[in-house]
């Protein structure tokens, strides 16, 4: 059962243009959610994250958006870039997921390609 | 401090082999997690270190599996009997937790990609 769903395993986006990814989930329980970034041959890096408490965090070109009554976030990338392309990972933490609650739970993430 | 360091790389073994791999964590960090991804999928939890003791495992660790954390520092996963469908990535990660502070943002190394022939 995926817990945490990123819909759209690719998307493809103009330099300069605005990147939305998207990640649902299904366990109430989550109060932590993140993003990671992943190039090919490397492990995830961590890129942002909110907290339940918050409906929008924001880090430089970086903007998540969180809205828990439809279970559903998002991350924006303003302006994007071609060094952005990689594939971006929802992951989630909190409820019964383990790990004393600290066991992230990954989407299947999502192909971004900044078109030059 | 240069990361999470894991080793090998790339290790291809045929099947029935034993396998063990190595990480590293951030030297400040009292959590070791292992992760493994698949083809296609996100990864997957394992099993997470506080420290020396192993505080959890997932029901995807057989028994064919074993990890240890001796003396809280690097940590080894061990792989009996390899089959064919233990071939992925294998991801560690580390972070920090105490009991006022808590880093969720865990820092991965660059994995080890297990291929069983």
């Known amino acids: 059962d995926q817990q945490v769903k990123q819909n759209s395993p690719s998307l493809s986006v103009q330099e300069g243009r605005i990147s939305i990814l998207n990640c649902d989930y299904t366990n109430s329980m989550f109060d932590y959610f993140l993003w990671y970034k992943k190039y090919p041959a490397e492990g995830p890096t961590f890129l942002i994250s909110?907290?339940?408490?918050?409906d929008k965090n924001e880090d430089g070109r970086f903007t998540v958006f969180l809205n828990k009554s439809a279970k559903h976030l998002s991350l924006h990338i303003v302006p994007s870039q071609p060094g952005d392309s990689a594939v971006y990972f929802c992951a989630a933490i909190g409820g019964d997921s383990g790990a004393g609650s600290y066991q992230l739970t990954f989407g299947k993430g999502t192909k971004l390609s900044v078109i030059p | 401090d240069t990361g999470v360091s894991q080793n090998p790389r790339h290790k291809i073994t045929k099947r029935g082999q034993n396998v063990t791999f190595r990480c590293d964590p951030i030297?400040?960090?009292?959590?070791l997690y292992w992760y493994r991804q698949t083809l296609g999928q996100g990864p997957e939890f394992l099993t997470y270190?506080?420290?020396?003791?192993?505080?959890?495992k997932s029901r995807l660790l057989s028994d064919r599996f074993s990890a240890e954390r001796p003396k809280g520092s690097f940590s080894t996963l061990e792989i009996q009997r390899t089959e064919q469908g233990d071939s992925a990535m294998y991801l560690c990660?580390?972070?920090?937790?105490?009991?006022?502070?808590?880093?969720?943002?865990?820092?991965f190394g660059s994995g080890t990609r297990l291929t069983v022939v």
């Open positions: 990660a580390s972070s920090l937790v105490t009991g006022g502070y808590q880093d969720y943002g865990y820092t």
């Open positions: 030297s400040e960090h009292n959590r």
């Open positions: 909110i907290s339940s408490i918050k």
């Open positions: 270190f506080q420290n020396e003791a192993q505080l959890e």
